[in-house]
């Protein structure tokens, strides 16, 4: 099934709104405010954890020579994954490097910058420590720190949360959200009617209680991945 259009879904507000003259809303006015729900249940759903917006960059990111930071993060990257070395094959010179989260003022960070730029194919520890900085998505790609240096190039890959990918003609949120889409600008919308130019309460109230239902709807994800687990350690064990 197709995802929604906007334009339906408008249609749907409209059908809400008693407009005092004809297109008192215009539809680029509606679509803004559709576009910041859409942007908070976004939010919401990135905090469930289950990948629901999820990308792997193989093609862009890379560490280069002598470079205390990786090139070529993508502009959307909000909230990063994964980063491991882009070539895992027996033969790939740093297939056994490990990236390790680390705050920039770490000890192991601070001693990590004072080491002349390693080979990736013998660095002792194996290890990368990595910061993630600066404002990020969607102002500008977040800038990923790393230590130590390396003397040669490495393409990375990136698993990631991107930002939302507004295009303003179809509904980009799963889990059939077009009603918590449709209360949430019937309520913002209302707004210019009121002397305090805020939200309507009931309007709100009915996006609030279809914004957690489509939360409890999107997890869990996988069935078969058990929620509770019987023994202690159940799931720890040899596979073997």
């Known amino acids: 099934m197709a995802a929604t259009t906007i334009s339906t879904i408008l249609t749907g507000v409209r059908n809400q709104l008693v407009e005092p003259t004809a297109r008192f809303w215009s539809d680029a006015e509606l679509t803004e405010i559709m576009r910041l729900g859409a942007v908070d249940l976004w939010g919401a759903i990135l905090d469930l954890h289950k990948d629901h917006y999820f990308k792997v960059d193989e093609s862009n990111a890379v560490i280069r020579a002598n470079a205390s930071s990786i090139s070529g993060v993508p502009e959307d990257c909000f909230r990063v994954l994964l980063l491991e ?25 601070a001693m990590a910058r004072t080491l002349s730029a390693q080979n990736p194919g013998s660095l002792t520890s194996r290890q990368i420590f990595f910061a993630i900085t600066g404002v990020g998505a969607p102002k500008e790609a977040p800038v990923i720190r790393i230590a130590p240096m390396l003397d040669a190039d490495v393409p990375v890959r990136i698993a990631y949360n991107p930002t939302l990918a507004w295009d303003g003609t179809t509904n980009p949120v799963p889990g059939d959200s077009d009603n918590a889409l449709k209360a949430w600008t019937v309520a913002y919308a209302r707004a210019k009617e009121t002397d305090g130019r805020t939200p309507d309460p009931s309007w709100l109230a009915v996006y609030a209680a279809d914004k957690q239902r489509l939360l409890t709807r999107l997890t869990p994800r996988q069935e078969q991945d058990p929620e509770i687990v019987e023994d202690m350690f159940q799931g720890y064990g040899s596979i073997w």
Do not use: E, V, Y
Not at 87 to 106: E, G, K, M
């Open 85 to 109: 070395p882009r070539d895992t094959s027996a033969t790939a010179l740093a297939r056994q490097l490990i990236f390790t989260p680390r705050p920039f003022n770490h000890p192991d960070f």
